[in-house]
């Protein structure tokens, strides 16, 4: 399995977690997250590989290739995507060492490390 293949298989634990579990949407309804509305395209650089992640209603779902207007755009390698979904590093640290680049509001990059935090720290529960 490549890494591409893994952080597929991550993603597509948060989608499964996130539309059956009814414990993370109240987690996301304690943390007032259910009215976060994001829309991210995300460049993986190094594999000339694109991928979206959208989160509504504290739904997640995610694809490949490119959407129109997204309310982020995320630009990094593949390692360090692989390390912030997997909860290794935080997009934050990741960003001020100068491994991720975006194109949006901050606080909007700050809404995706929430989402991948959350649900990180509900499926290590």
Request: hydrophobic share 40%; glycine share 8%.
């Amino acid at each position: 399995m490549g890494i591409l293949d893994e952080i597929k298989s991550k993603l597509d634990v948060y989608k499964k977690t996130s539309l059956e579990n009814e414990g993370l949407k109240e987690e996301f309804e304690d943390m007032a997250m259910l009215d976060m509305n994001f829309l991210g395209q995300i460049i993986l650089s190094d594999v000339n590989a694109k991928l979206w992640l959208k989160f509504k209603e504290g739904k997640i779902d995610y694809g490949e290739g490119e959407i129109n207007n997204p309310t982020l755009t995320f630009k990094t390698n593949l390692a360090t995507f692989k390390a912030i979904i997997f909860g290794e590093v935080e997009i934050s640290s990741a960003h001020e060492a100068g491994d991720v680049g975006f194109d949006g509001e901050p606080e909007i990059l700050m809404d995706f490390q929430a989402i991948t935090s959350v649900i990180n720290e509900f499926l290590l529960n």
